[in-house]
């Protein structure tokens, strides 16, 4: 049974940084991802990373969010700098493997003054 349990969400205000921690049981995984949804959206890319540690961030991202892993790469990790309330969103963990995909429960970051 593959499990995702993802921690580090909370308040924060404009301009700080959280940083989120996914664990996810078994090995092996392809692709280790981070995803948001913000209310009333559908959820979206943040960045990848696979078993090289190549990264991969979408525009919004780009300079303001690091995506790592440790190196059994069942850990995977979200370093978010110069936050903004347009950030606010449940943030998932994703984990690929072959064609299966696997999510965690998600975590809140709320950007707010």
């Known amino acids: 049974q593959v499990q995702l349990v993802e921690s580090g969400g909370g308040l924060v205000e404009p301009g700080g940084s959280l940083r989120l921690s996914c664990k996810a049981s078994?090995?092996?995984?392809?692709?280790l991802a981070w995803y948001r949804q913000a209310p009333g959206k559908q959820r979206e890319l943040v960045a990848t990373?696979?078993?090289?540690?190549?990264?991969y961030y979408v525009d919004f991202a780009k300079g303001r969010f690091a995506i790592s892993k440790d190196r059994a790469g069942n850990s995977v990790y979200l370093q978010m700098n110069s936050l903004q309330p347009e950030d606010t969103a449940v943030y998932y963990c994703?984990?690929?493997?072959?064609?299966?995909?696997?999510w965690g429960q998600g975590t809140q970051v709320t950007v707010s003054a």
């Open positions: 990373i696979i078993p090289s540690g190549q990264p």
């Open positions: 078994g090995c092996a995984y392809s692709r």
């Open positions: 994703n984990a690929r493997r072959g064609s299966a995909e696997f």
